[in-house]
């Protein structure tokens, strides 16, 4: 009997799910890294801004280094994401398939009750609302905030060219360097068409 005939479908379902929680559990140390990197560089801007001596080059070493960390954090979390919905798409699609469970068995694709804690204004109530996706816009606006501050320092612009620049610029950014040089080497993985 071979190792593969000992691999069962809860087993396939138990290491998709150990897989799913890896991924989780490293993309939290990850992001701790990058806020304490973007806090730190922050703290080494407002120094250098309060300092008596000149210190323009260093500042815009900073800003720089700033902005880039935090374009590094946006596009670890975008693909973090990606990544996490593949995760749960095999994760669904191994209880329906492979287990054979019906809707109301699977735990990744029931709600207990989707309207329970679901109410958006009120502050002691949860809401359907994506950390992920947070996760995501947060680094995203830490970007623009870091460019804008880039702006300012190398432009002296005071319009808001100084939102406009960064935010189109790191758009931009986004759509080219990622796709170039940054993407996971997927071209040998298959692709199953599973609708998600």
Known sequence: MSKKDDFTVKDRYEYLIRARNFHYDNFNKWTTYFYIAIGALFVGYCTLLNAEKDTSLPIKMVLILGYFTSL???????????????????????EEKDLDLKKDERVYFTFANKNTQNNYFIPTSGANISTSKIAILF???????????????????????????????????????????????IDHFPDLKIKQ
């Not at 680094?139 to 190398?154: R, Y």
């Not at 060219?161 to 040089?181: H, K």
């Open 139 to 185: 680094a995203f606006i830490v970007s623009i905030f870091w460019g804008v501050l880039i702006v300012q320092e190398f432009f002296k612009l005071n319009t808001i060219l100084n939102i406009a620049i960064p935010t189109v610029f790191t758009i931009l950014l986004s759509g080219v360097i990622p796709r170039m040089f940054l993407k996971s080497k």
């Open 72 to 94: 590094l954090w946006y596009w670890s979390s975008k693909g973090y994401y990606y990544w996490n919905i593949n995760f749960i798409t095999l994760v669904n699609e191994c």
